[in-house]
């Protein structure tokens, strides 16, 4: 994995230690090979190129989310998505991955009353099958639902489903109409890689390459 940590390194502007944390944190918590580092350093590299975070930013928010996520069946890459999205609208860092676990977690909750908010609303989280639907079209509807109901009634429901804590996130997902924009702005951004082949033929590049040579 060390040409991958290198180029996080690289793109974060951190330390090799700091990104071999991150990117062995996100291959554990999704439960993926170490010859899968690529995809986890693309998924934070490409988020950060379409966000206002960082890489820093969003190793510091899956530290906090990244099993919960797994289990809600998100991958690094939508998951990464989300944490873009809440950073475009002010929620970063730790932060980020403590509000969308808070989130996750409630809209999954057994409870007549979060039961309830899903039947209101036609809208539901899992199939006939019993699994957990595509996060991003189970957004959008709940969002499109929303949008027809009065601001009073939007708010209450966005309470019971979202959680006191969780609310705020839900609610910047629905400002942004989901994930979908976000993984397509991902999409075209480039890859790991390229951004740090770009840093490094910079003249800080250059500075931090001679700075990581004195270092060895």
Same mark, same amino acid.
């Given at each position: 994995t060390i040409p991958e940590v290198l180029d996080l390194a690289a793109v974060g502007n951190m330390s090799l230690a700091e990104a071999t944390g991150i990117a062995t944190s996100?291959?554990?918590?999704?439960?993926?090979?170490?010859?899968?580092?690529?995809?986890?350093?693309?998924?934070?590299?490409?988020?950060?190129?379409?966000?206002?975070?960082?890489?820093?930013?969003?190793?510091?928010? %899956?530290?906090?989310?990244?099993?919960?996520?797994?289990?809600?069946?998100?991958? &690094? !890459?939508?998951?990464?998505?989300? $944490? /873009? +999205?809440?950073?475009?609208?002010?929620?970063?860092?730790?932060?980020?991955?403590?509000? %969308?676990?808070?989130?996750?977690?409630?809209?999954?909750?057994?409870?007549?009353? &979060? !039961?309830?908010?899903?039947?209101? $609303? /036609? +809208?539901?989280?899992?199939?006939?099958?019993?699994?957990?639907?595509?996060?991003?079209?189970?957004?959008?509807?709940l969002d499109s639902v929303l949008d027809t109901l009065p601001v009073q009634q939007q708010n209450e429901l966005m309470q019971r489903l979202g959680g006191s804590y969780g609310i705020v996130g839900l609610s910047a997902l629905r400002a942004s109409n989901g994930i979908g924009e976000m993984l397509a702005?991902?999409?075209?951004?480039p890859e790991a890689g390229s951004l740090a082949e770009g840093f490094m033929d910079t003249f800080a590049g250059k500075v931090e390459g001679l700075k990581g040579s004195f270092e060895t």
């Open positions: 996100g291959l554990a918590q999704f439960q993926l090979d170490a010859d899968l580092a690529g995809t986890v350093v693309d998924a934070l590299s490409r988020a950060a190129s379409a966000s206002r975070a960082d890489v820093r930013d969003l190793g510091q928010a %899956l530290t906090n989310v990244g099993p919960i996520a797994g289990n809600f069946g998100l991958d &690094v !890459q939508e998951t990464s998505a989300i $944490l /873009g +999205v809440f950073a475009n609208n002010g929620i970063m860092g730790a932060e980020a991955g403590t509000q %969308l676990k808070s989130m996750l977690l409630n809209m999954t909750r057994p409870t007549e009353e &979060v !039961q309830q908010a899903y039947r209101e $609303l /036609g +809208v539901s989280l899992y199939d006939t099958e019993g699994n957990l639907r595509d996060f991003n079209t189970v957004m959008v509807e702005e991902m999409e075209s951004a």
